[in-house]
């Protein structure tokens, strides 16, 4: 921590040690880890079940430079680029070729792809993303254009369309992600109002007790450690909800919270503590 000109403490942070990532020292470290972990899933027959891999997916990825940005400054990737705009995603394949080329000379790790966040992501495999998932505005852009926050009944056919949305982004997002690994998101709003909004009424209520101290929900949360903090130089909140582990939701919660089965989605294992020579780069 360090003191600001007003004398309040604020938390320093990476965004490797933010994220649970590895951040090596240079590129060319980065994507060797990466070919190693490569070769070692492709070693791995199709009974290990086991995808450890540092991808991070990028929600609503517009032409924005972050991917490149991720890479330049030695994460390990792959860098998954995400928008519901074709047009979008190929102008971004053009700009970013040189990451993309079938070159034999040319680690590739940088892939976009076509897809509604609210829909589902199928173009990714269930618990596939061993990195994390960051969401530069496209929670808090439908968060700001749902208006007022309304509590209903469940059989009220007139919800607002935009917090549906927001809850189909979440499930989308809980359904790729693997155990452990973070959902970050960038807003201006406070948390009172965005985890109502994220969480809905009835899981706001149950998470945070009425002195705002977090606890256990009776039917289990899907979503654990959640943090918000405030990014001084820029007036925003950076949220982060991270996956709960396979223990602490049981199906009956999961088909009620995000319409799907436990049954179906294929658990892979993930390891929190990388090995191999890896390293986080203090900045």
């Given at each position: 921590?360090k003191?600001?000109?007003?004398?309040?403490?604020?938390?320093?942070?990476?965004?490797?040690?933010?994220?649970?990532?590895?951040?090596?020292?240079?590129?060319?470290?980065?994507?060797?880890?990466?070919?190693?972990?490569?070769?070692?899933?492709?070693?791995?027959?199709?009974?290990?079940?086991?995808?450890?891999?540092?991808?991070?997916?990028?929600?609503?990825?517009?032409?924005?430079?972050?991917?490149?940005?991720?890479?330049?400054?030695s994460?390990?990737?792959?860098i998954?680029?995400?928008?519901?705009?074709?047009?979008?995603?190929?102008?971004?394949?053009?700009?970013?070729?040189?990451?993309?080329?079938?070159?034999?000379?040319?680690?590739?790790?940088?892939?976009f792809?076509?897809?509604?966040?609210?829909?589902?992501?199928?173009?990714?495999?269930?618990?596939?993303?061993?990195?994390?998932?960051?969401?530069?505005?496209?929670?808090?852009?439908?968060?700001?254009?749902?208006?007022?926050?309304i509590?209903?009944?469940?059989?009220?056919?007139?919800?607002?369309?935009d917090?549906?949305?927001?809850?189909?982004?979440?499930?989308?997002?809980?359904?790729?992600?693997?155990?452990?690994?973070?959902?970050?998101?960038f807003?201006?709003?406070?948390p009172?109002?965005?985890?109502?909004?994220?969480?809905?009424?009835?899981?706001y209520?149950?998470?945070?007790?009425?002195?705002?101290?977090?606890?256990?929900?009776?039917?289990?949360?899907?979503?654990?450690?959640?943090e918000?903090?405030?990014?001084v130089?820029?007036?925003?909140?950076?949220?982060?909800?991270?996956?709960?582990?396979?223990?602490?939701?049981?199906?009956?919660d999961?088909?009620?919270?995000?319409?799907?089965?436990?049954?179906?989605?294929?658990?892979?294992?993930?390891?929190?503590?990388?090995?191999?020579?890896?390293?986080?780069?203090?900045?």
């Amino acid at each position: 921590s360090k003191e600001n000109d007003d004398g309040e403490m604020i938390s320093t942070t990476s965004f490797a040690d933010w994220m649970d990532i590895t951040q090596l020292d240079t590129p060319e470290e980065a994507i060797q880890l990466y070919q190693q972990q490569r070769e070692q899933h492709e070693n791995q027959s199709d009974n290990d079940n086991n995808n450890n891999n540092e991808a991070i997916l990028i929600l609503g990825c517009g032409n924005s430079k972050l991917g490149e940005q991720l890479l330049i400054n030695s994460f390990i990737g792959p860098i998954l680029q995400l928008d519901i705009s074709s047009k979008v995603i190929q102008l971004m394949t053009q700009r970013y070729h040189k990451y993309l080329s079938s070159d034999d000379s040319v680690v590739k790790r940088m892939e976009f792809m076509v897809d509604d966040a609210s829909t589902g992501l199928t173009s990714l495999e269930p618990e596939s993303v061993g990195g994390g998932v960051i969401d530069k505005g496209l929670v808090d852009v439908l968060h700001c254009s749902a208006g007022p926050i309304i509590k209903r009944d469940d059989d009220d056919d007139d919800g607002n369309n935009d917090d549906d949305m927001i809850q189909r982004i979440m499930s989308s997002v809980h359904n790729v992600l693997q155990p452990s690994r973070p959902f970050i998101f960038f807003s201006r709003s406070e948390p009172q109002w965005m985890l109502r909004r994220v969480f809905g009424h009835d899981g706001y209520d149950d998470y945070l007790m009425s002195d705002g101290s977090q606890r256990r929900r009776r039917s289990k949360m899907l979503w654990k450690d959640v943090e918000v903090v405030k990014l001084v130089d820029y007036d925003l909140l950076l949220y982060k909800l991270v996956k709960a582990e396979k223990e602490d939701y049981d199906e009956e919660d999961d088909e009620e919270q995000m319409g799907t089965k436990n049954s179906s989605i294929k658990r892979q294992s993930y390891l929190k503590r990388r090995k191999g020579g890896s390293k986080k780069s203090k900045r």
